[in-house]
């Protein structure tokens, strides 16, 4: 857990906006995000489908190939749209990266039918193109690129593959001997650090209930590991500890002393067990596998929101310090099981830790009237 002190902002670059200009049931949405995003709406109108994007841009930003990131692309695209004479359907997504650059645009275009290709890539800074895309040539595997130079030429031109998103490639096919191509570089390395601190995060509560064998210590997207992290981190920070306790205690039924995990049944040697407990007090101590659904996504979202990316499973950029990176954290269905009291007083611990600076979070709920009177929430409506 840490603080951003005296450090700007905007040093850590983040997604400031989500474009779907042609996604799913979306077409020429832009969604504004500020560091506790709500999108709201009722069921149908596509807040699972922009959360979905914003994963597959992540995804792409930190290097996948287009067709681990969308196994089944026809399900991407607008519901109406027709192929073109040689049958080809798609899509389109883009974001805006704020950071030390100002603000940096990715607006990309996929084929989804017949093949699954990135047919269009732009990124724009300043109301400058410094990177775009095209397919010339159906049947090549690539893409022609032009990305800004300023020397003695005013662009380079090289083919990148249709396979991955080229703002990721440009640190590797760009020198940056010229102002140009470090203002391309600069940029991309923003959005890249932007998109690639994304954690998924859909906590199963029925999978939280059992012992867990011991592994890495980072928590998986579905939550079903959390003993075997709280094993890890009850020790590793006490202050951080005491706030998640502070956070349970607000959230569960019953008094609550610690949150702690016991070897289980198997014990904690070579492929022991770990199950996680409340202690109430006097000695009693309860099993997670006796709370109800909402306490158990309460403490998920609680823990989630109280650690960093070295307890979390993602894959942060390496290369940049970790003081200039922001986690975001995609929560779809953040009130599900929820009453009244958790949902507000988890919206307010996470108001409470995106303020600080170190971590975002994006929310999908049917109804946000709820979060109205929180500071620093921004709410999405997507109702039609």
Not at 297 to 323: F, N
Request: some cysteine; proline content about 7%; charged content about 25%.
């Amino acid at each position: 857990m840490g603080s951003t002190g005296t450090r700007s902002r905007s040093d850590r670059p983040c997604v400031t906006e989500l474009r779907l200009s042609a996604f799913g049931v979306h077409r020429g949405a832009s969604f504004p995000l500020g560091p506790l995003s709500l999108l709201c709406g009722p069921s149908g109108s596509g807040k699972s489908t922009a959360l979905r994007a914003y994963e597959a841009l992540a995804r792409l930003g930190g290097g996948a190939e287009l067709g681990e990131v969308f196994p089944e692309p026809a399900d991407c695209v607008p519901e109406r749209a027709r192929p073109d004479a040689q049958r080809r359907r798609g899509f389109r997504i883009g974001c805006t990266a704020d950071g030390p650059e100002g603000p940096v645009r990715l607006d990309v275009a996929v084929q989804a039918e017949p093949r699954l290709r990135i047919v269009g890539e732009r990124l724009t800074a300043g109301g400058r193109t410094l990177l775009e895309t095209a397919l010339r040539d159906p049947a090549r595997r690539a893409v022609q690129a032009a990305w800004h130079t300023a020397g003695s030429s005013l662009v380079t031109r090289a083919p990148l593959p249709d396979d991955r998103l080229g703002t990721a490639l440009l640190p590797l096919r760009v020198a940056g001997r010229t102002d140009g191509q470090r203002q391309v570089l600069a940029a991309a390395q923003q959005m890249v650090v932007a998109l690639r601190s994304v954690f998924v995060c859909d906590p199963q509560p029925r999978a939280m209930r059992t012992d867990v064998p011991l592994g890495t210590g980072r928590l998986l997207r579905g939550c079903d590991n959390l003993a075997e992290v709280l094993w890890r981190t009850r020790s590793e920070c006490g202050r951080r500890h005491g706030l998640l306790v502070d956070a349970v205690r607000a959230g569960c039924a019953g008094p609550v002393h610690d949150v702690l995990a016991e070897p289980g049944a198997d014990g904690t040697g070579a492929g022991g067990t770990v199950r996680a407990l409340l202690d109430r007090g006097d000695g009693l101590r309860t099993p997670l596998g006796r709370l109800g659904n909402g306490e158990l996504r309460y403490l998920a979202l609680a823990l989630v929101l109280l650690t960093g990316p070295g307890v979390l499973e993602v894959d942060p950029a390496g290369e940049v310090p970790a003081a200039l990176q922001t986690l975001t954290v995609l929560v779809d269905g953040f009130d599900r099981d929820l009453d009244a009291r958790q949902r507000e007083g988890l919206v307010r611990l996470a108001a409470r830790m995106c303020e600080r600076g170190h971590i975002r979070l994006v929310g999908a709920v049917s109804d946000a009237s709820w979060a109205a009177g929180t500071g620093g929430v921004t709410v999405v409506d997507l109702a039609p």
